[in-house]
């Protein structure tokens, strides 16, 4: 009875300041799943947006937000969309790379002849891999392995051209990113008469399901152009302390470097390994580690002075003591040493 007369007491107190809250200085936060949540935008991250509800103070995942509604002091609102409420990080701005937004799923075989454009083959004169085109002025994506102690680097892409594929490829490439440790690197297509390209968007590998159907595009042991399906068998692989994605699709030997692609058309991984005495163990590099290295790109900026660099040197010079043996032309025998310090020296090569 105390508790029910104390609230009684306090109730009109309470609900004036939630609706004077609710409709002078609230901001409504719409979710996938219909529902929405009323109160005071607190702050907003790239991952989350932190909503103060009067009592409580409630973080919501902004992969479940479908829009943000603001209010003024008016009591008016305008609408604004979860993509124009996310910050956009300068390089995005810049057009980069883009990241779709409610695409339908469709099939395989669609998905394949509208994507397979923009999937490359990158050839150095150690071997080749897989890449893909995420802008229209030739930045491509590839694996650090790939093009690891080479600077000399093709790429051979596939125009669509009155409905049928042309083949060329491009000389002129030049390294404009690299991240040794999480087996990326970025690369762009400087030749003069290169066209616009056709470029892929990227997806969101969070919010992808294990058992959610992928496939991967690349040139496995150099058969260019090879599709290959399977799901996702986990999304927390640990292997050397990062996490990977693990996919049944058949990643092999030329796959490395080549996009991974949900139903939607989107980017969710790097293909970049495989356990080479099993079956259906292929792994990809998430995306948001990809989106992650593109939005701090400067930090990983291609600079011979890195210590990341993809340039090999050996070990400088080092002393050695070098000893001669003089012997008695009659008998053979050993009858004194002499002995003198020389400088072994070692070419440098890439």
């Given at each position: 009875m105390y508790g029910l007369s104390m609230l009684n007491r306090f109730a009109p107190v309470v609900l004036f300041c939630l609706c004077g809250f609710s409709f002078v200085f609230a901001d409504t936060v719409e979710l996938k799943d219909k529902a929405a949540?009323?109160?005071?935008?607190?702050t907003r991250k790239h991952d989350q947006v932190v909503v103060d509800v009067g009592y409580t103070v409630l973080v919501v995942p902004r992969n479940q937000i479908e829009k943000i509604i603001e209010g003024d002091s008016t009591g008016r609102s305008e609408k604004k969309t979860s993509k124009a409420?996310?910050?956009?990080?300068?390089?995005?701005?810049a057009g980069l790379f883009h990241s779709a937004s409610s695409l339908p799923e469709r099939s395989v075989r669609e998905l394949v002849g509208q994507l397979g454009a923009a999937v490359v083959q990158v050839r150095t004169p150690g071997g080749l891999g897989s890449g893909?085109?995420?802008?229209?002025?030739?930045y491509l994506i590839t694996n650090f392995h790939v093009i690891e102690n080479e600077t000399q680097i093709s790429v051979e892409v596939y125009h669509q051209?009155?409905?049928q594929l042309e083949r060329k490829s491009y000389k002129q490439v030049k390294i404009i990113a690299i991240n040794k440790f999480a087996d990326l690197a970025l690369l762009k297509i400087e030749d003069k008469d290169s066209p616009r390209f056709a470029k892929v968007p990227l997806g969101d590998s969070d919010v992808l399901g294990v058992g959610e159907r992928v496939f991967a595009i690349g040139s496995p042991l150099g058969l260019e152009r090879t599709v290959t399906e399977g799901i996702v068998s986990t999304k927390t692989r640990p292997m050397q302390g990062e996490l990977y994605l693990q996919t049944t699709a058949q990643?092999?030997?030329g796959n490395s470097g080549g996009p991974l692609f949900n139903l939607r058309g989107e980017v969710v991984g790097v293909t970049n390994m495989k356990i080479t005495f099993g079956e259906g163990l292929g792994f990809a590099i998430p995306v948001e580690a990809v989106k992650y290295f593109l939005e701090h790109r400067d930090a990983?900026?291609?600079?011979?002075?890195n210590p990341s660099n993809p340039y090999r040197y050996l070990e400088p010079?080092?002393?050695?003591?070098?000893?001669?043996?003089q012997t008695d032309p009659g008998t053979g025998r050993c009858v004194s040493w002499q002995g003198e310090t020389k400088f072994i020296s070692a070419a440098k090569k890439h």
């Amino acid at each position: 009875m105390y508790g029910l007369s104390m609230l009684n007491r306090f109730a009109p107190v309470v609900l004036f300041c939630l609706c004077g809250f609710s409709f002078v200085f609230a901001d409504t936060v719409e979710l996938k799943d219909k529902a929405a949540i009323t109160g005071k935008i607190l702050t907003r991250k790239h991952d989350q947006v932190v909503v103060d509800v009067g009592y409580t103070v409630l973080v919501v995942p902004r992969n479940q937000i479908e829009k943000i509604i603001e209010g003024d002091s008016t009591g008016r609102s305008e609408k604004k969309t979860s993509k124009a409420a996310v910050p956009t990080p300068p390089e995005n701005k810049a057009g980069l790379f883009h990241s779709a937004s409610s695409l339908p799923e469709r099939s395989v075989r669609e998905l394949v002849g509208q994507l397979g454009a923009a999937v490359v083959q990158v050839r150095t004169p150690g071997g080749l891999g897989s890449g893909f085109i995420i802008n229209e002025e030739g930045y491509l994506i590839t694996n650090f392995h790939v093009i690891e102690n080479e600077t000399q680097i093709s790429v051979e892409v596939y125009h669509q051209k009155d409905g049928q594929l042309e083949r060329k490829s491009y000389k002129q490439v030049k390294i404009i990113a690299i991240n040794k440790f999480a087996d990326l690197a970025l690369l762009k297509i400087e030749d003069k008469d290169s066209p616009r390209f056709a470029k892929v968007p990227l997806g969101d590998s969070d919010v992808l399901g294990v058992g959610e159907r992928v496939f991967a595009i690349g040139s496995p042991l150099g058969l260019e152009r090879t599709v290959t399906e399977g799901i996702v068998s986990t999304k927390t692989r640990p292997m050397q302390g990062e996490l990977y994605l693990q996919t049944t699709a058949q990643i092999n030997p030329g796959n490395s470097g080549g996009p991974l692609f949900n139903l939607r058309g989107e980017v969710v991984g790097v293909t970049n390994m495989k356990i080479t005495f099993g079956e259906g163990l292929g792994f990809a590099i998430p995306v948001e580690a990809v989106k992650y290295f593109l939005e701090h790109r400067d930090a990983y900026a291609y600079d011979n002075d890195n210590p990341s660099n993809p340039y090999r040197y050996l070990e400088p010079p080092s002393r050695a003591h070098v000893w001669w043996k003089q012997t008695d032309p009659g008998t053979g025998r050993c009858v004194s040493w002499q002995g003198e310090t020389k400088f072994i020296s070692a070419a440098k090569k890439h």
